[in-house]
């Protein structure tokens, strides 16, 4: 059994999940699929609040982790760095919020403000259920109707529907922010708006054009920042299609920042310009193909899959249904991709002065 928070754009998700063996491979043939599908419909439907409150010492050792797992966001200064860029592009907007809040709202989370959040959750949460088994998905099906219709009796419930459209936020001017911890090695992102990607071509399309600039070993950046000009330690882009961005993340030796940048920049307008040969775009669909292929190989992953289609209205159950369009994607179609990047966000986290 396992719980975790996570962000698909601006809505906040909440997994509770529970894990366990097929009803084939049970030693007396008991029956877990439907035992552990009523289990967790129990949890969901039925939590631990009495008098309109959770337990306070429950809440209190839940606050405490909450905070331990802020303040762990610190530890992993390439992470760190990405999510300030992501916060600074976004600033004012529900998709710059952490997954996890922020530690001085921690403390203003009280028993019944708990209980009260999850009350509310139960009425407009947009609930789906995500099987991934062999086992009797019609009876867990049925299994979660009849919780929820018992739980929801009375109530006037009214689930949000997640919206994903959203037009490119073009940026008026450049935003450089600097800021300084103890660290050596400096932490650059460079934040881009491009082109939503709202349909299933789009996507195919940004996955290419990602892999062609900086997310794959035979990339641009890759290839040339990192280990033709040795400018950084590492260099990637990191494409969100569905949410209209882009982020290109390095780590560098401070003096570096200026040459990094520009050279980063140059190797975006060598993809607009279509400087890139066929082995680079053969290269690059191999490297997406091969990404698709291996979703099947974890459970996680394709749960992450499910619920990312799910809630972009797609109906793709199979990864490797997006092979053929994948392949199909042209060197023109991702030169035109690209060309809609426009820099908004340079962000670097550096040593303190002096040190």
């Not at 306070?56 to 992993?76: G, Q, R």
């Not at 600074?88 to 989370?109: S, T």
């Not at 994607?329 to 002065?353: N, P």
Request: glycine share 6%.
């Amino acid at each position: 059994m396992a719980g975790r928070v996570s962000k698909a754009g601006e809505y906040q998700i909440i997994t509770l999940s529970i894990t366990h063996v097929d009803d084939r491979y049970t030693l007396d043939g008991e029956g877990l699929v439907e035992a552990c599908a009523r289990l967790l419909a129990d949890i969901v439907c039925h939590p631990a609040i009495e008098n309109g409150r959770f337990d306070p010492a429950m809440v209190a050792t839940e606050k405490n982790s909450l905070l331990d797992t802020i303040a762990a966001e610190m530890n992993d200064k390439r992470s760190y760095a990405v999510a300030r860029c992501t916060e600074l592009l976004f600033e004012g907007e529900p998709l710059a919020v952490k997954q996890y809040g922020y530690a001085e709202d921690v403390a203003a989370i009280t028993p019944e403000s708990a209980a009260r959040c999850y009350e509310t959750m139960l009425e407009t949460a947009a609930v789906e259920i995500v099987m991934i088994g062999a086992g009797a998905k019609a009876a867990v099906g049925e299994i979660f109707r009849e919780a929820f219709a018992g739980t929801l009796a009375g109530r006037k419930r009214a689930p949000i529907t997640p919206v994903f459209e959203m037009e490119q936020k073009l940026p008026q001017q450049v935003r450089a922010v600097t800021e300084e911890m103890d660290l050596t090695q400096a932490k650059m992102v460079l934040g881009f708006s491009v082109r939503p990607a709202e349909e299933k071509r789009d996507l195919a399309i940004s996955r290419i054009a990602a892999a062609v600039y900086g997310s794959s070993p035979f990339s641009k950046l890759f290839m040339n920042v990192r280990e033709k000009l040795s400018l950084c330690y590492y260099c990637a882009s990191r494409m969100v299609a569905s949410s209209g961005y882009m982020l290109v993340d390095c780590g560098i030796e401070a003096a570096n920042k200026e040459k990094a940048e520009k050279e980063i920049l140059h190797q975006l307008e060598e993809v607009c310009a279509g400087s890139f040969t066929d082995t680079e775009m053969k290269n690059a669909k191999l490297a997406v193909v091969n990404s698709l292929r291996t979703v099947t190989d974890s459970l996680s992953a394709m749960e992450n899959w499910l619920l990312t289609e799910i809630l972009q209205g797609g109906r793709s159950a199979d990864p490797t249904e997006e092979i053929a369009l994948t392949e199909s994607v042209t060197a023109e179609e991702v030169q035109q991709f690209m060309k809609s990047a426009r820099l908004s966000v340079v962000y670097l986290l550096a040593g303190k002065k002096g040190e």
